[in-house]
């Protein structure tokens, strides 16, 4: 007799878009983060390749428009979140009066222009990332997982963007005062540094973790048993769950069962299935492949 075989892959799933983000991970610091800069139309090839700089961020603001490169610019600062246009501000530390330092902060931050499930990265976060680079410099942030490319920076004064290929700033979640703090990046050397919140930095997204499971640590932390299965299977973890959705699907994509898990362990009936392969997708969350069976 055949039996049904389960397969975890590594996907993020947005319950209610269906999209899907591509994603890279650092087995060295755990996290998981966009495989490109926000706005990059592609994977850097290298650090000048110009396709993978993507958008240039005035810290805080929305996706409004004025991230693009073209964008044009105005000298009117704004006096709300969103300044209802496109244009680049300039001629001022911060886009916004008063500043507001709870922008951008945390998954569900104001003006968060991340996917789904994504947010910006904290300094310890950036840091971590830093630190596990082969070299302190341009060429270790490339030869990274991330593959930072070195896109320059647009200037809070002049709207110009410069130093492409020299230097690049990839922002943070994180505040000092009334500056920004960014992960500069030039052909000798990195570190965190503060910018003013009106220049325009590269954004790369990082996965949210809320749900307090590790990607690195998915073997200790989750297992699936049996597998293979004839009528039930397991969903258990070394830390409570709480709500989270997920979809068990065919090779074709078409849904078949939907439920949330709770607790330490969730029981999930398969019993109605015909036997072969399904995949089991949770809500903003990725596990790496794991394939049991004959």
């Given at each position: ?37 926000l706005g ?150 990195a570190m ?28 200790n932390e ?73």
């Amino acid at each position: 007799m055949k039996t049904k075989i389960l397969i975890i892959v590594c996907v993020l799933f947005n319950l209610t878009s269906y999209s899907q983000v591509s994603t890279v991970t650092n087995v060295i610091t755990g996290r998981t983060w966009m495989d490109r800069n926000l706005g990059a139309s592609q994977v850097a090839t290298s650090i000048t390749d110009a396709a993978s700089y993507g958008s240039l961020y005035q810290w805080g603001r929305l996706t409004d428009g004025h991230e693009l490169s073209n964008s044009s610019t105005t000298t009117v600062v704004s006096s709300s979140n969103n300044p209802g246009h496109s244009d680049f501000i300039i001629g001022s530390d911060d886009w916004i009066t008063p500043s507001n330092d709870l922008l951008w902060q945390g998954v569900n931050g104001i003006n968060n222009p991340c996917p789904n499930g994504f947010r910006l990265p904290t300094e310890a976060e950036w840091e971590a990332e830093r630190l596990s680079w082969t070299s302190n410099d341009a060429a270790g942030a490339f030869a990274s997982v991330l593959k930072l490319p070195i896109a320059g920076a647009r200037s809070r004064m002049s709207g110009a963007i410069g130093n492409v290929g020299t230097f690049v700033g990839y922002r943070s979640s994180d505040l000092n005062g009334v500056e920004s703090r960014n992960l500069g990046i030039s052909l000798s050397i990195a570190m965190m540094a503060n910018r003013a919140r009106a220049d325009g930095n590269c954004v790369r997204c990082i996965q949210d973790n809320s749900l307090g499971i590790n990607d690195a640590s998915v073997y200790n932390e989750l297992k699936i048993y049996p597998n293979p299965s004839n009528g039930f299977f397991t969903v258990a973890s070394e830390k409570q769950l709480s709500n989270i959705e997920f979809e068990l699907i065919d090779l074709f994509g078409r849904k078949l069962k939907t439920g949330t898990l709770n607790g330490l362990n969730s029981v999930i009936d398969i019993n109605d299935l015909p036997d072969g392969i399904y995949l089991l997708r949770l809500e903003n969350f990725t596990l790496q492949k794991i394939i049991k069976g004959k």
